[in-house]
């Protein structure tokens, strides 16, 4: 007996060594999900393509020629070419979608450091070319884009607000939700720890969390809310992860927010 329970432990043993292993090399694969969608064609006039440290970023200027613009950063899956028709209708300002690296049709390979990077140069160099103000400026961010808003907020304290939707502290809160049977806190190479960021910056914050969410635990979400260094406002939608921006309500509080 005490033979086939050593045998049954080293077997269990093996299995989690390899588990954890299995993690640690793919670990973007389950981060970051590029996908290709094919823009509307009405949408081919907006095309707003920049490079940025040598690489070519697919993006997307839908002016409205209104004053206020808010600056997009999409989730884990999200090509912005299948999101200008929603942003386009549900915004009342301008807004800017620049694809990830290796999203789309950008070029390069996602990371924190490099997304992170690339879209702070993203803003200012919409600053420059438009000669706008700053102050005039929103950050937008869903889901994973959320770190990245966090990031650029800290970044660029002039900026005129920050919407948060579906945010979380940090990858490694979502990741003790989906595998707690892991150790990935300390095997994470792209932690977006906003949670560090969040009681220093300043800006005004609207935060809209999903009641049901079930990819990031609304605690998570609270927790940056409460954390955050500036005004905000934490609302709770009865939706899902996915499809939170479906509730009426959506676009009304970020456009009242925006105004």
């Known amino acids: 007996m005490g033979a086939f329970l050593l045998r049954i432990l080293i077997i269990v043993a093996v299995a989690y060594a390899g588990a954890v292993v299995w993690m640690w090399v793919r670990q973007e694969a389950y981060l970051f999900l590029p996908k290709r969608y094919e823009v509307l064609p009405e949408f081919e006039r907006y095309r ?5 440290d040598g690489i070519t970023h697919q993006g997307w ?9 808010v600056i997009y950063h999409g989730g884990n899956a999200e090509d912005l070419a299948g999101h200008c028709d929603v942003l386009f209708d549900g915004l009342d300002a301008n807004a800017l979608l ?23 140069a993203i803003f200012d160099l919409f600053c420059k070319e438009q000669n706008v103000s ?6 937008m961010g869903r889901s994973l884009g959320s770190g990245i808003s ?16 579906t945010p979380y502290e940090s990858i490694a809160a979502i990741a003790r939700f989906q595998y707690p049977w892991l150790p990935l806190d300390r095997m994470l190479r792209h932690p ?3 949670i560090n960021h969040a009681p220093k910056i300043k800006i005004p914050a609207l935060i809209l969390l999903a009641e049901f969410d079930e990819v990031i635990p609304v605690e998570t979400g609270q927790k940056l809310g409460d954390a955050w260094g500036g005004e905000k406002e934490i609302l709770t ?8 921006n479906e509730h009426p309500t959506y676009f009304q509080e970020i456009n009242r927010f925006v105004r």
């Open 48 to 52: 707003w393509d920049r490079k940025i």
């Open 61 to 69: 200027f839908l002016d409205k020629g209104a004053e206020k613009t």
């Open 98 to 120: 620049v694809n990830y690296r290796g999203y789309g049709e950008s070029e390069g390979v996602p990371g924190e450091k490099e997304m992170v990077s690339d879209c702070i």
């Open 134 to 139: 700053p102050s005039n400026v929103f950050l």
């Open 150 to 165: 966090v990031q650029v907020a800290a970044a660029r304290p002039d900026a005129a607000g920050v919407i948060l939707i």
């Open 192 to 194: 977006f720890r906003s």
């Open 237 to 244: 939608l009865p939706m899902g992860h996915n499809d939170i």
